[in-house]
């Protein structure tokens, strides 16, 4: 049995290292380290899981998801170091604003710009409601939980802020000569 484990172990991670390694990366820009630890960390745990349970029904899913915990659970224990998180608001910011890959790494100046504008612009409520939804992919649930806030109301204030973001992105794009 160990044999065939090892096998779609090795099968998975052909399929999908690179994937995962990317992943990690794109989260924890700039901490080259940190990132291929957590990236290797998935995998161990994946590794754990097949001798205990078997093999996930979707081990691309899988990966992700613990990667990206393992990412949040880095943000979380260096929450004092608020250069990560602002860099971690940052990239979160910046692939909601993203409309095309390619332009994603031709414009940074208007990512900047962009960032600048919504950090300047978005009050502390509406960065902790980007930071439980988009960054930590809390439910609206334990989002309203955490807010002291109903869940109909963390929807309400979460389409607001979506609205106002993409006003403000609009704005950017016009300024930048993009529309």
């Known amino acids: 049995m160990a044999d065939s484990l090892e096998k779609i172990y090795k099968q998975i ?3 999908y290292s690179k994937t995962v390694r990317t992943f990690c990366h794109a989260r924890l820009q700039g901490r080259y380290h940190d990132a291929e630890a957590l990236y290797m960390a998935a995998f161990e745990i994946l590794w754990d899981v097949m001798l205990r349970k078997g093999v996930p029904p979707n081990p691309k899913a899988w990966l992700l998801r613990t990667a990206q915990n393992l990412v949040f659970t880095q943000y979380r224990n260096n929450t004092k170091d608020s250069e990560k998180l602002d860099r971690s608001m940052y990239v979160t910011l910046r692939l909601y604003c993203c ?3 390619a ?9 900047q710009a962009l960032f600048d504008e919504l ?20 439910r609206q649930s334990q989002t309203a939980q955490k807010m002291g806030i109903s ?5 309400q ?7 106002k973001m993409d006003k403000i992105k609009q704005q950017k794009r016009k300024e930048f000569g993009f529309c």
Do not use: G, P, Q
Not at 103 to 111: C, R, T, V
Not at 151 to 155: G, P, Q, S, T
């Open 151 to 155: 869940e109909d109301a963390v929807k």
């Open 119 to 138: 950090e300047e612009t978005l009050n502390e409520e509406e960065k902790t409601l980007i930071y439980y939804n988009s960054i930590l992919k809390l």
């Open 99 to 101: 409309d095309d890959m």
């Open 103 to 111: 332009e994603d790494f031709e414009n940074e100046e208007y990512y």
């Open 157 to 163: 204030r979460w389409l607001r802020l979506r609205r």
């Open 13 to 15: 991670w052909d399929e």
